[in-house]
Nanobody, 119 residues
Framework: QVQFVESGGGLVQAGGSLRLSCDVS????????IGWYRQAPGKQRELVAV???????DYADSVKGRFTISRDNTKNTVYLQMNGLKPEDTAVYYC?????????????WGQGTQVTVSA
């Protein structure tokens, strides 16, 4: 069963905005935390934002103040609003669940969505 379907990526100029969506399977959406991750070419995948089932959020320092994670519990969807994009934000963005905050991803990865920010 597909656990995550990410969408909303694209090509944008520096300073622009994108809104990513992650449709999550019903059973996985109940897991304590859902996070957005990204992987740039030649780099390890990193966690950029996480939201708890109760709506508490946390962000990597590199995106704090620019990205906002949110969730719609009626749609089993998690969003990532990205403003003030920089070329270094270029990556494939994925979502996944964490049973414990900061713990390993709980499910297989989806296909991700490509974000490319031009200078």
């Amino acid at each position: 069963q597909v656990q995550f379907v990410e969408s909303g990526g694209g090509l944008v100029q520096a300073g622009g905005s994108l809104r990513l969506s992650c449709d999550v399977s019903r059973s996985t959406f109940r897991i304590n935390y859902i996070g957005w991750y990204r992987q740039a070419p030649g780099k390890q995948r990193e966690l950029v934002a996480v939201i708890s089932s109760g709506g508490i959020t946390d962000y990597a320092d590199s995106v704090k103040g620019r990205f906002t994670i949110s969730r719609d519990n009626t749609k089993n969807t998690v969003y990532l609003q990205m403003n003030g994009l920089k070329p270094e934000d270029t990556a494939v963005y994925y979502c996944n669940a964490q049973i414990l905050k900061g713990g390993p991803p709980a499910r297989p990865w989806g296909q991700g969505t490509q974000v490319t920010v031009s200078a």
